[in-house]
Every structure is written in structure tokens, then in C-alpha cells.
């Protein structure tokens, strides 16, 4: 069976005083999360990650938005793999839209990044998706299959217990504009077909993939009634304690 999985991305927001007022109210929404058998999470900033470790319980996620795929050196201001795990963090998003556009995150970096994780236990939210304008080029299959392909170079299937997919169409993040259940599905579709291809069915289908993209408490659940979507990855929504218990109530 493969994990179901909400996963809040905070991006550039919460403070260390603000994140600490979110998790002293979580209690009841990560009971909630585990009567529904829902794998629930969030992805502070560096700075708040040990604060939102130290008050959560093992159980609940709590994962880097970047990591760098050194262990050390002179990169100036990043952050590595062990000084994640000294703190108690074992997930990380790898390519997030936002790292692709702003910091010019290739494929080819994403996949040193992925096996620098997965090599190291942690697992990885490989994050694809396409722009608005490869979208309404019609090139959405093209373009996510690459970055799955180019992502996952050479990394052994034995290692993908650790990687989870997350499909974000860059069009439909923050614009309120999410993308219907149908089209979420058949790209989510097409990512297991391609890791079945790379991979084998047994690999694909153990492998939990994400939809995220203006994702809502009252829009999550239509996506959870599809086939090949297992979770969310969710940004604007996940940053007050109301909505984020919403999102694992309407799950
Ligand atoms: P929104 O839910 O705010 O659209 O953000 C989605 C996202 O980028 C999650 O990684």
C-alpha cells in the first residue's frame, strides 16, 4: 500500500515565533492524521526547523525545502545533509518550481541532490511540473517525463523507498488557478507509467506521488478520489493551523 501523504510547504514564511504558535496547537489535527492513516508534515525554513522538530512528535514530518548534495565546503549559504540530520531532519524537497526558476535548478542538479539523499536515508520530494507556457504549448507530458528521467539518473530501485514524487503544474501554484482532478491525474498517471518504464511495475506503483497547486481545504478531497494521486503538497493553505487541520479533515 502506498503512503497517503499531506505535506505543508512554507516556503519563505513563519518566523521561529510564529512557527512555535502553529505547532502548540497541532495536537488534535496529528491524532486526526493518524486515525486516517495520513502521513502529515511541513517544510519550514532552516531557521525554524529544529523548533518545529523539537515540539512535534517522530511521527509527524518535518522536511528541508532545499539541501545542498555536498557534505561540506565553501558554499556560502547552504546547507548540507548531515547538518539536516543533526537536527532530526530526514526529508527534503528536491526542485521545487520556485528553486528552478529563481535559482536556476536544472535536472542535473536536482539528480546529484536526489542521490545525495536517497544515499543517505532521507527521503526526497522530487518536485516537477510544467510552465504555463509548455502547458498551453501542449508539451506537459515532454517536459515532466524529462525531469522525471533526468532526476532519477542512475539511481537504484532499491533506493526509491526513499523518493516520493510531487507533480505541481508551475501555473497552477499560488494563482488560486488549481488543476482539475482529471488533468492532475492523468500527468500523475503518466509520471508511474514513466517510472514503470525506467523502473518495473512493482517499483511504480509503491512509489506515492503528490499533486500540489493551489490546493485547498475545500478542493483537497476531489483529488484523493483519484487513482494515482496519493497526497498534497501544499503551500498557501498549510500556513494557519485552521486550514492545515482542514486539509487532513477533508482529505
Ligand atoms: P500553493 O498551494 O500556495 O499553490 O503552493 C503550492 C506549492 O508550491 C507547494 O509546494
Redesign the pocket.
Known amino acids: 500500500m502506498r503512503k497517503k501523504i499531506m505535506l505543508g510547504?512554507w516556503k519563505m514564511n513563519h518566523t521561529i515565533t510564529t512557527a512555535r504558535e502553529f505547532v502548540e496547537t497541532l495536537d488534535d489535527t496529528i491524532k486526526l492524521a493518524d486515525r486516517k492513516n495520513i502521513v502529515i508534515g511541513v517544510c519550514p525554513t532552516y531557521l525554524c526547523l529544529n523548533t518545529v522538530r523539537r515540539r512535534t512528535p517522530f511521527s509527524f514530518v518535518v522536511g528541508a525545502q532545499d539541501v545542498h548534495y555536498l557534505e561540506s565546503g565553501a558554499f556560502t549559504g547552504s546547507i548540507s545533509i548531515p547538518m539536516l540530520k543533526e537536527v532530526g531532519i530526514d526529508w527534503c524537497l528536491v526542485g521545487?518550481?520556485?528553486r528552478r526558476m529563481y535559482q536556476g535548478e536544472t535536472n542535473e542538479l536536482c539528480n546529484k541532490k536526489i542521490h545525495a539523499l536517497v544515499n543517505n536515508e532521507m527521503t526526497c520530494v522530487y518536485?516537477v511540473g510544467e510552465t504555463l507556457e509548455q502547458y498551453e504549448q501542449g508539451i506537459t507530458k515532454d517536459v515532466v517525463k524529462n525531469q522525471v528521467v533526468e532526476g532519477l539518473k542512475d539511481v537504484q530501485a532499491e533506493r526509491l523507498k526513499y523518493l516520493v514524487i510531487?507533480y505541481?503544474p508551475v501555473w497552477?501554484?499560488?494563482?488560486g488557478k488549481n488543476a482539475s482532478k482529471e488533468i492532475a491525474e492523468d500527468v500523475c498517471k503518466f509520471i508511474r507509467d514513466t517510472l514503470c518504464e525506467l523502473y518495473n511495475s512493482e517499483v511504480a506503483e509503491s512509489i506515492s506521488i503528490l499533486y500540489?497547486?493551489?490546493?485547498k481545504p475545500n478542493n483537497i478531497h476531489e483529488y484523493m478520489t483519484m487513482a494515482d494521486i496519493d497526497g498534497a503538497?501544499?503551500?498557501?493553505?498549510s500556513l494557519k493551523t485552521d486550514s492545515f487541520k482542514e486539509l487532513i479533515e477533508n482529505f
Open positions: 510547504n521545487h518550481s520556485e518536485c510531487a505541481e497552477s501554484i499560488g494563482t500540489g497547486g493551489s490546493v503538497l501544499v503551500g498557501g493553505a
